[in-house]
């Protein structure tokens, strides 16, 4: 049971028969009718971008905080003085300085809103999805229409997604438990959606392997490595609904490496691929294009860690992708070109 | 059970079992069983379940349906000759034209599907089902097979002596009193004593009392078998000390129980319950919270019994060679359209700690066990009265000409809005030890009792075409079929 309160205790209410003429009666709509109304529902981001600041009294909060304080303290100064030192060479010039000043600051409190709210974005998909995993392990049916909900917000500006969202929303009026309806949000909207993403992901892998393998410096290959990585990133984390800011992308970047460091790299899925190239394929390839082979599969491996990261709610109802999907061509092509070079 | 006559059992059991999985292997078959006390609703769920995957409907939790995967069902021809064939089409016909419910299950009949699927990886397969609908009084037997007659007359005159049923028991208890195990046996007066046995157990099933366990099985659903011998039984009390005569009344009541398990409880175990891979016990907790507590502790010892009758043959030599076939056991609260949707969890917590102990061995078996509340045809919509400044959460159907409440007799065609009393929140509170967890008709006279379902008429506009509303039926199908079609 879901509901954990323990209600004021009250006397049975006994079994009653009512006629349907009964003016206090209300009927129940006979069909669930979809309510269409995704237009007037509010963005989450904007709502609830307060919630950032809710870094409690940790000892690293309060040191930010206070240097934050000091340091737009430092940046007010700094301005005031410039612009009276201005103002005091020639009044036009204190003027343009002031209105500069002002421009700034402007941009700067608009930039950092963005940032803020792509924060709050990234923080909201996490949200969403603890809550389908609470809700799916305590079967709430309440939690789970709930994050039905955020799911249809967060896939509100995908239009091939129409015709999913209608149906979810019929089916949000049914009588459907809430793990079953927390599965039943992920059949519905998520297929698609995690298909455009594992190919991203296997593109940026092919690109990645194919780059790197002809490129002639191992410098190059990094800053190519690590630019692809970051973008994939972004983009996946766009795809599933978070628009990360600059600050988004440091936390993502952190979340996902932590991710890979905890995953421990290879699923138990993938313990052929790993056979594969471990037992030396990637040995026996010329050095080269080992090379490539190896740096593909590194931004495979960072691209499925972003999945787990972004992806608002967790794998249930579908497989979550393995090295195997997202690096399949990657592996073929290795082989190939094995086969194809003189030993 | 003899040493011989159980290996000669395992062996016919690993035989069948064998030959199964053989043409398992050319075309792949589930057998699911769907079994429930008299009257907890068998026949419906069937044929709506068959209606379900010929015809489709609103099935969102159902993903193979639901995705389009599922091309089509179409009825084959039943592969056992000697079974009776699941009489689907009549079903649906009675509650189409005469928007009757069909008659209910009395024995077993079988109805084989071939549904027509792709995987999700797009390859075309064909996937045989085949349903078998039987009474799950017959589960009830499977412990007798470990009794001696000493044992099972000692247990059901207990049971017909305790107090809720000793008011329809007494002509019997009578008879019993009357002659002792030591006398002369005698047809006319071993007929007579079963017949009592028998009207003593069809009045503890009435809407009143509303019992459930009442071995052994064929006295109430004879089959074939009415007026046989082997149910020409009853149980006395043994006789006062000592072994009895060859023809004294006590040696022929036990020749003839051993018959009864040997014709009657042996072949339903090996031709039909142990080839099943599948299994849904319907519950009607509906019906005994309508009676009484006295009702709902005998549904909870009858499906005790249901239960070991899931272990029966578990420790023989055919599960040794051969792992047990019942992989997945659905436990389902039928009628749960009787209830208003908020009401649906805590049926299910009432069926959850009905099995409970089940649960903890199904476990240990390493069979998958859920429960679930669930209405096969919904013949109810769903309505919210206003009264004494609260909010009664109500249904709104038809009731069946006859029902009555608060006096007032029903025609058939009136509807009406139903409050049926708050379920506890906590499941606990009903099992009250002492009997008084809450008040039924058995006991308290109309006015003062806690729940009260009426039975409803189906739902009007079932046809050949349309689909049929339910309530989770989409939820039993992806947990009984949802992995063999993926
Ligand atoms: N409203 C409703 N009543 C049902 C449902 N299933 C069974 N019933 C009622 O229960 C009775 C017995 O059902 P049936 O399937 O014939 O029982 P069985 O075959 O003996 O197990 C029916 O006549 C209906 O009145 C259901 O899904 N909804
Ligand atoms: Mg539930």
Same mark, same amino acid.
């Given at each position: 049971?879901?509901?954990?309160?323990?209600?004021?205790?009250?006397?049975?209410?006994?079994?009653?028969?009512?006629?349907?003429?009964?003016?206090?009666?209300?009927?129940?709509?006979?069909?669930?009718?979809?309510?269409?109304?995704?237009?007037?529902?509010?963005?989450?981001?904007?709502?609830?971008?307060?919630?950032?600041?809710?870094?409690?009294?940790?000892?690293?909060?309060?040191?930010?905080?206070?240097?934050?304080?000091?340091?737009?303290?430092?940046?007010?100064?700094?301005?005031?003085?410039?612009?009276?030192?201005?103002?005091?060479?020639?009044?036009?010039?204190?003027?343009?300085?002031?209105?500069?000043?002002?421009?700034?600051?402007?941009?700067?409190?608009?930039?950092?809103?963005?940032?803020?709210?792509?924060?709050?974005?990234?923080?909201?998909?996490?949200?969403?999805?603890?809550?389908?995993?609470?809700?799916?392990?305590?079967?709430?049916?309440?939690?789970?229409?709930?994050?039905?909900?955020?799911?249809?917000?967060?896939?509100?500006?995908?239009?091939?997604?129409?015709?999913?969202?209608?149906?979810?929303?019929?089916?949000?009026?049914?009588?459907?438990?809430?793990?079953?309806?927390?599965?039943?949000?992920?059949?519905?909207?998520?297929?698609?959606?995690?298909?455009?993403?594992?190919?991203?992901?296997?593109?940026?892998?092919?690109?990645?392997?194919?780059?790197?393998?002809?490129?002639?410096?191992?410098?190059?290959?990094?800053?190519?490595?690590?630019?692809?990585?970051?973008?994939?990133?972004?983009?996946?984390?766009?795809?599933?609904?978070?628009?990360?800011?600059?600050?988004?992308?440091?936390?993502?970047?952190?979340?996902?490496?932590?991710?890979?460091?905890?995953?421990?790299?290879?699923?138990?899925?993938?313990?052929?691929?790993?056979?594969?190239?471990?037992?030396?394929?990637?040995?026996?390839?010329?050095?080269?294009?080992?090379?490539?082979?190896?740096?593909?599969?590194?931004?495979?491996?960072?691209?499925?860690?972003?999945?787990?990261?972004?992806?608002?709610?967790?794998?249930?109802?579908?497989?979550?992708?393995?090295?195997?999907?997202?690096?399949?061509?990657?592996?073929?092509?290795?082989?190939?070109?094995?086969?194809?070079?003189?030993? | 059970?003899?040493?011989?006559?159980?290996?000669?059992?395992?062996?016919?059991?690993?035989?069948?079992?064998?030959?199964?999985?053989?043409?398992?292997?050319?075309?792949?078959?589930?057998?699911?069983?769907?079994?429930?006390?008299?009257?907890?609703?068998?026949?419906?769920?069937?044929?709506?379940?068959?209606?379900?995957?010929?015809?489709?409907?609103?099935?969102?939790?159902?993903?193979?349906?639901?995705?389009?995967?599922?091309?089509?069902?179409?009825?084959?021809?039943?592969?056992?000759?000697?079974?009776?064939?699941?009489?689907?089409?009549?079903?649906?016909?009675?509650?189409?034209?005469?928007?009757?419910?069909?008659?209910?299950?009395?024995?077993?009949?079988?109805?084989?599907?071939?549904?027509?699927?792709?995987?999700?990886?797009?390859?075309?397969?064909?996937?045989?089902?085949?349903?078998?609908?039987?009474?799950?009084?017959?589960?009830?037997?499977?412990?007798?097979?470990?009794?001696?007659?000493?044992?099972?007359?000692?247990?059901?005159?207990?049971?017909?002596?305790?107090?809720?049923?000793?008011?329809?028991?007494?002509?019997?208890?009578?008879?019993?009193?009357?002659?002792?195990?030591?006398?002369?046996?005698?047809?006319?007066?071993?007929?007579?004593?079963?017949?009592?046995?028998?009207?003593?157990?069809?009045?503890?099933?009435?809407?009143?009392?509303?019992?459930?366990?009442?071995?052994?099985?064929?006295?109430?659903?004879?089959?074939? /078998? $009415?007026?046989?011998? *082997?149910?020409?039984?009853?149980?006395?009390?043994?006789? =006062?000390? &000592?072994?009895? +005569? !060859?023809?004294?009344?006590?040696?022929?009541?036990?020749?003839?129980?051993?018959?009864?398990?040997?014709?009657?409880?042996?072949?339903?175990?090996?031709?039909?319950?142990?080839?099943?891979?599948?299994?849904?016990?319907?519950?009607?907790?509906?019906?005994?919270?309508?009676?009484?507590?006295?009702?709902?502790?005998?549904?909870?010892?009858?499906?005790?019994?249901?239960?070991?009758?899931?272990?029966?043959?578990?420790?023989?030599?055919?599960?040794?060679?051969?792992?047990?076939?019942?992989?997945?056991?659905?436990?389902?609260?039928?009628?749960?359209?009787?209830?208003?949707?908020?009401?649906?969890?805590? /049926? $299910?917590?009432?069926? *959850?700690?009905?099995?409970?102990?089940?649960?903890?061995? =199904?476990? &240990?078996?390493? +069979? !998958?066990?859920?429960?679930?509340?669930?209405?096969?045809?919904?013949?109810?919509?769903?309505?919210?009265?206003?009264?004494?400044?609260?909010?009664?959460?109500?249904?709104?159907?038809?009731?069946?000409?006859?029902?009555?409440?608060?006096?007032?007799?029903?025609?058939?065609?009136?509807?009406?809005?139903?409050?049926?009393?708050?379920?506890?929140?906590?499941?606990?509170?009903?099992?009250?030890?002492?009997?008084?967890?809450?008040?039924?008709?058995?006991?308290?006279?109309?006015?003062?009792?806690?729940?009260?379902?009426?039975?409803?008429?189906?739902?009007?506009?079932?046809?050949?075409?349309?689909?049929?509303?339910?309530?989770?039926?989409?939820?039993?199908l992806e947990f009984l079929l949802g992995d063999r079609l993926a």
């Amino acid at each position: 049971m879901t509901d954990d309160r323990v209600s004021p205790q009250r006397p049975p209410r006994r079994p009653q028969v009512f006629r349907l003429d009964d003016r206090d009666l209300t009927l129940a709509p006979p069909e669930p009718e979809p309510d269409d109304s995704s237009a007037a529902i509010p963005d989450p981001a904007r709502k609830r971008s307060g919630a950032v600041s809710r870094f409690g009294m940790t000892l690293g909060g309060l040191f930010w905080t206070a240097a934050g304080g000091v340091a737009s303290l430092a940046a007010y100064v700094g301005l005031s003085r410039l612009v009276s030192d201005l103002y005091a060479q020639s009044p036009v010039l204190g003027y343009v300085g002031l209105a500069a000043t002002a421009v700034l600051v402007l941009v700067g409190a608009v930039l950092l809103g963005r940032e803020v709210a792509g924060l709050a974005r990234l923080a909201h998909l996490d949200r969403v999805r603890d809550k389908a995993a609470s809700a799916i392990a305590q079967d709430d049916r309440a939690l789970a229409e709930a994050v039905a909900r955020d799911m249809l917000r967060l896939t509100a500006d995908q239009p091939p997604l129409a015709r999913a969202r209608a149906d979810l929303r019929g089916h949000l009026a049914g009588i459907i438990d809430g793990a079953d309806l927390v599965r039943l949000t992920e059949r519905t909207l998520l297929p698609a959606l995690d298909a455009r993403a594992r190919q991203m992901v296997s593109e940026a892998a092919r690109n990645v392997s194919v780059v790197t393998a002809v490129s002639p410096r191992a410098l190059v290959d990094l800053v190519f490595v690590l630019y692809t990585a970051v973008s994939l990133m972004r983009r996946l984390a766009q795809l599933y609904g978070g628009r990360p800011g600059a600050l988004g992308m440091v936390r993502l970047v952190r979340h996902v490496l932590g991710h890979l460091a905890i995953t421990g790299g290879m699923a138990a899925g993938d313990t052929l691929v790993q056979q594969i190239i471990g037992q030396g394929l990637a040995a026996r390839l010329s050095a080269k294009l080992g090379e490539g082979v190896v740096n593909g599969l590194l931004t495979a491996r960072l691209g499925l860690a972003a999945i787990a990261v972004t992806r608002p709610l967790p794998f249930t109802a579908l497989p979550a992708p393995r090295l195997a999907d997202v690096a399949t061509g990657l592996l073929r092509k290795a082989e190939e070109d094995e086969a194809a070079s003189p030993r | 059970m003899t040493g011989l006559t159980r290996a000669i059992e395992d062996a016919r059991i690993a035989f069948a079992t064998l030959a199964d999985r053989v043409d398992g292997l050319a075309h792949p078959t589930l057998r699911i069983g769907v079994t429930g006390l008299s009257r907890a609703g068998k026949t419906i769920f069937t044929t709506a379940l068959v209606h379900a995957l010929m015809r489709g409907g609103r099935m969102p939790v159902f993903e193979a349906m639901q995705s389009g995967r599922i091309a089509r069902a179409v009825l084959e021809p039943q592969p056992d000759d000697a079974v009776p064939r699941f009489a689907y089409e009549a079903h649906l016909a009675t509650l189409a034209a005469d928007r009757a419910w069909p008659a209910s299950t009395t024995r077993v009949s079988e109805l084989r599907l071939a549904v027509r699927y792709a995987t999700p990886r797009g390859t075309e397969r064909t996937l045989t089902l085949d349903l078998v609908d039987y009474p799950g009084e017959w589960l009830l037997d499977l412990p007798l097979l470990d009794m001696s007659y000493a044992d099972f007359a000692r247990q059901s005159l207990a049971l017909a002596r305790a107090p809720a049923r000793a008011g329809v028991a007494g002509p019997y208890l009578a008879m019993v009193a009357a002659r002792h195990a030591d006398a002369l046996a005698d047809e006319s007066h071993a007929r007579e004593l079963a017949r009592l046995f028998t009207a003593y157990l069809a009045a503890c099933r009435t809407e009143k009392l509303a019992m459930s366990l009442l071995p052994p099985g064929r006295f109430l659903m004879p089959g074939d /078998l $009415e007026g046989s011998p *082997a149910l020409t039984f009853a149980p006395i009390d043994p006789p =006062a000390l &000592g072994t009895m +005569a !060859a023809n004294s009344l006590g040696a022929m009541m036990e020749r003839r129980f051993e018959a009864y398990k040997n014709a009657v409880v042996r072949p339903f175990f090996r031709t039909h319950f142990a080839r099943l891979d599948r299994q849904i016990v319907l519950v009607d907790a509906l019906s005994a919270l309508n009676a009484g507590p006295a009702a709902l502790t005998d549904l909870e010892r009858a499906l005790d019994g249901i239960l070991a009758a899931f272990r029966t043959g578990r420790n023989g030599f055919a599960s040794t060679l051969f792992r047990p076939r019942i992989d997945k056991v659905l436990f389902a609260a039928t009628k749960a359209d009787h209830l208003h949707h908020s009401s649906h969890d805590r /049926l $299910e917590a009432i069926l *959850a700690r009905l099995v409970e102990r089940a649960h903890a061995r =199904a476990h &240990g078996h390493g +069979a !998958a066990l859920d429960v679930v509340a669930l209405a096969a045809i919904r013949a109810t919509r769903e309505a919210q009265v206003r009264r004494n400044g609260e909010t009664l959460d109500a249904i709104v159907g038809t009731p069946e000409q006859g029902q009555e409440a608060g006096g007032h007799v029903f025609d058939g065609a009136e509807e009406v809005a139903v409050f049926p009393g708050d379920l506890p929140e906590t499941p606990d509170a009903l099992f009250d030890p002492s009997g008084a967890g809450f008040r039924g008709i058995a006991s308290a006279p109309a006015g003062e009792v806690d729940f009260r379902f009426l039975k409803f008429r189906p739902p009007a506009g079932i046809g050949a075409g349309a689909a049929i509303p339910h309530i989770r039926l989409d939820r039993a199908l992806e947990f009984l079929l949802g992995d063999r079609l993926a």
